[in-house]
């Protein structure tokens, strides 16, 4: 059996349900798979998101999928040192809210089904060839073998996408750009205050850094991220020591356990070939700094599925006018994703003495407004060895 489709898009999570939306929203015949039985489970991620960004993808924030709403930051040095950011004293641009991604990707694959999408679930690429017009890909779902052909594949399948590599394009991660990351979900949690995100530095996460983004009165994401070649433990390993040391969580108990890998080396030379784009965290999508990729993935998605409507409607589906989807995603996140994958490197020179004195500095100063930016500008400004590597960027 072959299905015929003008766009598919492998991957449900929120970018490439997001491409979908738009693509069908365009007039494209849309088909949107995903290999797992439940689209948002196992979760990835801690879970965090703008409510700008929410608002630049045009999407109403609903209580069903945010399970806190944010009021500020605290970030904590490697010898204990607070600097508190919260509502009361600075204006937070970034203020935003913790999902419940189980039912936030699902929202995300209900609105692209909503616009006309075919949504297949359960249902897994196995390869894929070239043909005259397109791609022609063998799928599997529940041991039933059947072939799709499509004009246009947008690949959201994650990092290190296999299927742009199919395509020929190169996704591959060098060790040194993926994050190896560990979450638990917990409960117990004693936070000192949970309407905040914390954030902690130093050797306690070699190469990233340790976080508790908060779910409920004593419930949070809790997890960290290192890079392999920074570290001999793994990062469960590291994890299992935060847990044990971190106040807040000496006396939690996990009922969720996630582990994955988070592609922060920016995005890859190429994101587009005849009749393929690739889009989210398989396209490198992913804020450096902060590993984040919710937002900066959807709007990649959002323009590959507007491109892809535009491409089938004018019958050209080349790399030539698939490129508009690469022009507009560098201009839009590949311009922020470059500055912080500097400040990135930057920070990894760091050791724990440097990041206390830091601290030290950061928790005596008056701040206006808190973002990632203007928390780099006053890095700069109280760092000699900042100034000389960032202080052109910012």
């Keep these: 059996m072959v299905i015929e489709t003008d766009v598919l898009v492998i991957g449900a999570g929120p970018a490439g349900s997001t491409a979908a939306k738009h693509a069908a929203s365009g007039g494209a015949k849309v088909l949107l798979m995903d290999k797992k039985s439940e689209i ?4 990835r991620c801690a879970e965090g998101v703008s409510n700008g960004g929410l608002e630049s993808l045009g999407i109403e924030p609903n209580p069903r999928w945010i399970t806190r709403e944010l009021d500020g930051v605290r970030l904590i040095a490697p010898d204990g040192t607070n600097v508190w950011l919260t509502s009361d004293k600075v204006d937070l641009p970034e203020a ?31 390869s894929m060839e070239r043909i005259e017009d397109g791609f022609l890909v063998d799928a599997e779902c529940m041991g039933e073998k059947f072939q799709i052909q499509a004009k246009i594949i947008i690949a959201a399948d994650g990092p290190e996408s296999r299927v742009a590599r199919w395509a020929g394009l190169k996704t591959a991660v060098k060790p040194k750009d993926m994050e190896s990351a560990a979450q638990f979900e917990m409960a117990g949690v ?12 130093g050797s306690v996460a070699p190469g990233g850094y340790a976080w508790i983004f908060p779910k409920g009165d004593d419930i949070a994401n809790v997890g960290l991220g290192v890079l392999t070649t920074n570290t001999d433990k793994t990062a469960y390993e590291h994890l299992l020591e935060f847990v044990k040391n ?22 890859p030379k190429k994101l587009v070939t005849d009749n393929l784009m ?19 993935g959807m709007t990649g998605g959002m323009i590959a599925g507007k491109v892809a409507a535009e491409a089938i409607s004018e019958g050209d589906c080349s790399e030539n006018k698939l490129k508009d989807y690469e022009k507009t995603c560098r201009a839009e996140i590949g311009d922020s994703i470059n500055k912080y994958l500097k400040v990135k490197d930057y920070m990894m020179t760091l050791n724990d003495e440097e990041l206390n004195s830091i601290a030290d500095a950061f928790k005596d100063s008056d701040f206006e407004k808190i973002s990632t930016a203007e928390l780099v500008k006053k890095l700069v400004k109280v760092s000699p060895k900042a100034l000389l590597k960032l202080g052109k960027l910012f």
């Design 278 to 296: 690739v889009v989210g965290d398989a396209a490198g999508q992913v804020n450096p700094l902060t590993g984040g990729g919710i937002i900066s």
């Design 246 to 267: 971190c106040p807040a969580t000496q006396n939690a108990q996990p009922v969720e356990l996630n582990i994955g890998g988070d592609p922060v080396g920016g995005m």
């Design 96 to 126: 935003g809210c913790i999902l419940e991604r189980k039912v936030f990707d699902k929202y995300m694959a209900m609105d692209a089904g909503r616009a006309g999408a075919e949504i297949k679930i359960k249902t897994l690429a196995t």
């Design 40 to 43: 948002g489970a196992p979760k």
């Design 190 to 201: 004693e936070m000192e205050d949970n309407n905040c995100i914390e954030f902690y530095f």
